[in-house]
């Protein structure tokens, strides 16, 4: 991002649906009119990131695991089609100290 450019937050409609069962958080941004070379999505442990650069701005979303003991795994998958962005990602329990599960 540019230090002109805005940045406006929670700019686009996304709802986050969390399967216990199969430890997974998927979040769906409806993103229309965007094409998708205009959309950033990043995954690190503690947050899914989605970017989207529209004119002069770029609207962001952030959304974080779903328990404060969660956090998101390398098994990730991205599909946007007819604009809406679907993001799935796995979810595990944050290591202890130690690096030990409980």
Do not use: C, W
């Not at 969660?70 to 604009?83: K, L, P, Q, S, W």
């Amino acid at each position: 991002m540019s230090p002109s450019t805005n940045t406006a937050t929670r700019a686009f409609p996304t709802q986050a649906i969390y399967d216990h069962a199969a430890d997974r958080l998927t979040v769906a941004a409806d993103l229309f009119p965007d094409d998708v070379d205009d959309i950033t999505v990043t995954v690190s442990p503690r947050e899914i990131r989605l970017l989207v650069d529209r004119d002069e701005t770029t609207l962001e979303r952030s959304v974080a695991p779903p328990a404060p003991r969660r956090v998101f795994t390398d098994d990730r998958e991205a599909v946007y089609n007819n604009g809406i962005l679907t993001v799935s990602v796995g979810t595990a329990r944050r290591p202890r100290r130690g690096g030990l599960f409980k």
